[in-house]
């Protein structure tokens, strides 16, 4: 069992449409970071949450860190080919010293 | 452009060589790390550096040997691999070790293909 399970796994849409993709533990986390990822390159970072309840938007995406500090969302509004990629989240449990991270969404959006 | 630069980009080596990986980092950041991504599993930390020390060995076999010479480079040293070890093995360096603060920004490379026959 992953420590932090995202879903769906793989993710096909139309641009412009909207989606949303979860990250989601038994474990408390003390912050989540969301990372994209596109083919043939590293991840990048994204976003950054660390206070439960917590709401960021980059542009056309929201991110959200649960209250009780265990899940995130990231939200898409109308969707553009040039989101396409791997989205990663990764955390932190308490006083843990590493990332932990998460096996990713694949979103592929269509023309 | 992430400022962490990653050689080669691709490797195909038999179980019987001896490669390396090379990373480069022009950030002025302190902390260096090694990650393997395999298909269909997260990202797995294998080494960390800091201050050109290693601080995190996360159980790696040591047909994988890591070198931190200074704060800006870090090598990957490969020998007599096994098929299973064919992955994207990814640099990334931060600031300061991740963990020192819980806003620590992770730079990754856009890594290593590594095929191992």
């Known amino acids: 069992t992953q420590l932090l399970e995202q879903s769906p796994q793989f993710l096909s849409i139309q641009e412009g449409e909207n989606l949303t993709v979860y990250c989601n533990s038994s474990?408390?986390?003390?912050?989540l970071q969301w990372y994209r990822q596109e083919p043939g390159e590293g991840p990048v970072l994204l976003v950054t949450?660390?206070?439960?309840?917590e709401v960021k938007k980059l542009k056309r995406l929201t991110f959200q860190f649960g209250d009780a500090r265990k899940d995130s969302s990231l939200h898409i509004t109308a969707a553009q080919p040039g989101d396409t990629g791997l989205y990663l989240c990764?955390?932190?449990?308490?006083?843990?010293?590493?990332?932990?991270f998460g096996s990713g969404t694949q979103l592929t959006v269509l023309p | 452009e992430t400022g962490v630069t990653q050689t080669p980009r691709h490797l195909v080596m038999g179980m019987t060589n001896k490669k390396s990986l090379k990373c480069e980092q022009h950030?002025?950041?302190?902390?260096m790390y090694w990650y393997k991504q395999s298909a269909k599993k997260p990202l797995e930390l294998m080494f960390v550096?800091?201050?050109?020390?290693?601080?995190e060995n996360n159980s790696v076999p040591s047909r994988f040997s890591p070198e931190c010479p200074n704060s800006s480079h870090l090598f990957l040293h490969l020998h007599t691999l096994q098929p299973e070890d064919s992955a994207l093995y990814l640099c990334?360096?931060?600031?300061?070790?991740?963990?020192?603060?819980?806003?620590?920004?992770?730079?990754f490379g856009s890594g290593t293909q590594l095929s191992v026959l």
């Open positions: 990764a955390g932190a449990r308490g006083s843990a010293r590493q990332l932990t």
């Open positions: 550096y800091n201050f050109k020390e290693q601080t």
């Open positions: 990334a360096s931060s600031h300061v070790k991740w963990g020192a603060t819980r806003n620590e920004k992770l730079f």
């Open positions: 949450v660390v206070t439960g309840g």
């Open positions: 474990s408390v986390f003390s912050s």
């Open positions: 950030l002025g950041h302190n902390a």
